[in-house]
């Protein structure tokens, strides 16, 4: 399996970015809004950890078969290998990416965040299926966030590596999506751009039309 090129809305998040609202449900409603891609985050004061983060990302694995949509875990290769999910998506200062392409095999996705060129050329020698870029704009679901860079980033790693599925992420909303899309991204992550949102369905359907109008841009 690897990662689609077309328009991809990427949903990231751990059991507590869902505030009030039951993760499952939030999650559930994002599956049947239209989200191509689930990667669970277990991050952060108060994370699941041993036998409830494996049971959280069973329930969320569950889902995410149900509607057909891979499911990726961050991080943690021990429990993507455990539990047979469709990938795993890992930062800078985690395994490297060469390691974590042995322990899942040729044909799990692999996503590499990167925030440099020289960062993109090393995950695709190290055979990342896509990268992460960001923050695109200012975030606040992560505590540990860079400053924002705008687009440039993208565009100098889209113009090295034009075949590259590069997904922008940090503080994209509907609002100003079609910027990172015109960057020529293959998809968006977004965590509070639908956790926070009351209408759920709504706000994916936004998000995938966000895309249209990055390409007449």
Known sequence: MKFSDKPSIYFIMGSRNSGDRNPFE?????????ITHFQLREKGEGALSGTELLAFALRCQLLCNHYKVPFI???SVEL??????????????DLSAS??????GKEKILGVSVHS???ARKAVKDGADYVGMGP????????????????????????????????????ITPGNASLVWAAGVSGIAVIS??????????????????????IRK
């Open 117 to 119: 060129s020289e960062e």
């Open 26 to 34: 939030v999650l559930k409603a994002a599956l049947e809004g239209g």
């Open 80 to 93: 993507a290998c455990q539990i047979g999910a469709d990938g795993v998506h890992i930062g800078q200062e």
């Open 136 to 171: 695109v704009f200012g975030t606040t679901s992560k505590a540990d966030a860079k400053k924002p860079a705008g687009v440039e980033g993208i565009l100098t790693v889209k113009k090295e590596f034009p075949e590259l599925p590069v997904v922008g992420i940090g503080g």
């Open 193 to 214: 751009a639908i956790t926070e949102s009351k209408d759920i369905a709504g706000q994916v359907a936004a998000l995938q039309a966000s895309s249209k109008e990055g």
């Open 73 to 75: 875990i961050n991080d």
């Open 99 to 104: 390691q974590a392409r042995k322990l899942i």
